[in-house]
């Protein structure tokens, strides 16, 4: 029996069952020259990883800054010559930088470590490292994924059992912008998706929705960047925006503000969703009762082992859930839109706002999320 052949027998049992009882139940050698490479020993996994820069299609502009690129580390972790991708994005605010990075995935060992299948063990020793760097945590959880998901020869949302045709509609960002220069984003993704992402927090945000009607009539989720302060003009935008047609409302206010934002959460008649308030699993607890629901991205959590556990975590506290990302390439996209079929709504759109994408995966087909059924996060480069 051929090596691989028998990991796939003897570990996709194994693995399978250990998941079932807990919340973590053609691939080629890149000719990339890497700036950091381990040393290959027998069964052990070799680390490799590069800066890569994220050029956006548009400029981007958020309620606090706008940006044209997107800092990023491009990640891989080899086994046997099967090949995990994963990669680190890093926008402004997670106060992240590829120096930062690339020096944490320096102190990664994973030589020490002869089987992959040992996820726990693994990345609760990635996870130790350091307090912070969540978006270089997150580049070697998604790559072990992907080497593992390969190894077993099953994609992720088959491995935690679940049904790929229920993924949602992500929706289509459209940031703030001039009226003519945002009624053609709007023009140009209007027929392609189903639901549309507007980015609030500045003194237009009435004039954003009204320009945005002007041209369709998709419902909108709204994401205010922590940009409004006043909780009583709050709510009444909230009203204001129901009315025309908004669905829910992301992060409202600072997310120091709590007993602002759950009074607005009690009365509001959208659902609120928490997502700089919420990083990591024990950040849930902290938000029952304040928040509808949170936002669950790979880059703030360390990866996809943490976003299945807080989901779980969520759903007990009968909190709604959305999956969310930063700009990212197709990998990292791909790698959270596998818990997709579990979630309430979905915004992966990070990889169709960049003009050099290195990989192929996730699928957006009549504005639904359509995951491929290939091992792992389901990604090959392109």
Same mark, same amino acid.
């Given at each position: ?6 990991? *796939? ?28 490479t ?7 996994? *070799? #680390? ?5 820069? !994220?050029?956006?299609?548009?400029v ?9 690129t ?11 010559? +099967? @090949?995990?991708?994963?990669e ?21 060992? !994973? ?6 299948? #040992? ?9 130790? #490292? ?13 790559a ?6 390969? !190894?077993?020869?099953?994609? %992720?949302?088959?491995? %935690? ?32 998706? /189903? ?5 609030l927090?500045?003194? /237009?945000?009435?004039e954003? @929705? ?12 709204v ?6 302060t006043?909780?009583?003009?709050? !709510?009444?935008?909230?009203? %204001? ?7 829910? +409302? ?13 009074? @607005? ?34 880059? *703030?959590?360390? &990866?996809?082992?943490?976003?299945? *556990? ?7 506290r ?14 990292a996209?791909?790698? +959270?839109?596998?818990?997709? $079929? ?7 759109? &990070?990889?169709? #706002?960049i003009?050099?994408?290195?990989? /192929? ?10 995951? $491929?059924?290939?091992?792992? @996060? &389901?990604?090959?480069?392109?």
């Open positions: 029996m051929r090596r691989r052949d028998f990991l *796939k027998k003897t570990a996709l049992g194994t693995v399978a069952s250990a998941w079932a009882f807990s919340p973590l139940s053609a691939v080629t050698k890149s000719e990339i020259p890497f700036i950091n381990n040393k290959l020993t027998h069964k052990g996994m *070799k #680390l490799r990883f590069f800066p890569y820069e !994220l050029k956006l299609k548009h981007f502009t958020v309620a606090t800054y706008s940006r044209t997107t800092p990023d580390v491009q990640v891989e972790i080899e086994y046997d010559g +099967v @090949i995990g991708y994963g680190a994005s890093m926008p402004q605010y997670l106060g992240q930088t590829v120096q930062s990075v690339t020096s944490f995935l320096q102190k990664v060992d !994973l030589e020490q470590f002869k089987d992959p299948f #040992l996820m726990e063990d693994i990345l609760a020793y990635v996870d130790s #490292l350091s307090p912070g760097d969540t978006a270089a945590k997150a580049a070697v959880d998604i072990l994924h992907d080497l593992v998901g390969k !190894l077993l020869g099953a994609p %992720w949302y088959k491995i %935690w059992g679940l049904n790929k045709e229920n993924a949602p509609s992500t929706t289509f960002t459209i940031g703030i912008d001039t009226a003519e220069v945002v009624k053609q984003k709007t023009r140009e993704c209007a027929d392609q998706f /189903n639901i549309l992402k507007v980015k927090g500045r003194d /237009n945000d009435k954003m @929705i009204e320009t945005i009607r002007s041209v369709t009539q998709l419902p909108i989720a994401d205010v960047n922590q940009g409004w006043d909780r009583q003009k709050a !709510l009444d935008m909230i009203f %204001w925006l129901h009315e025309h047609g908004i669905v829910m +409302v992301e992060q409202p206010m600072p997310k120091e503000m709590r007993n602002d934002i759950g009074w @607005i959460t009690e009365r509001s008649p959208l659902p609120i969703f928490a997502d700089e308030a919420v990083q990591r699993i024990a950040d849930i607890k902290d938000c029952e009762g304040i928040y509808t629901g949170i936002n669950i991205k790979l880059m *703030k959590c360390t &990866g996809m082992r943490e976003a299945w *556990k807080m989901l779980i975590e969520a759903r007990a009968k909190m709604k859930v959305m999956v969310g990302c930063m700009t990212e390439t197709s990998c996209v791909s790698a +959270v839109a596998q818990l997709s $079929p579990a979630v309430d709504f979905a915004d992966l759109d &990070g990889n169709l #706002l003009s050099n994408d290195r990989f /192929n995966g996730m699928q957006v087909v009549k504005g639904k999320v359509t995951l $491929p059924d290939r091992p792992g @996060i &389901g990604v090959v480069k392109i």
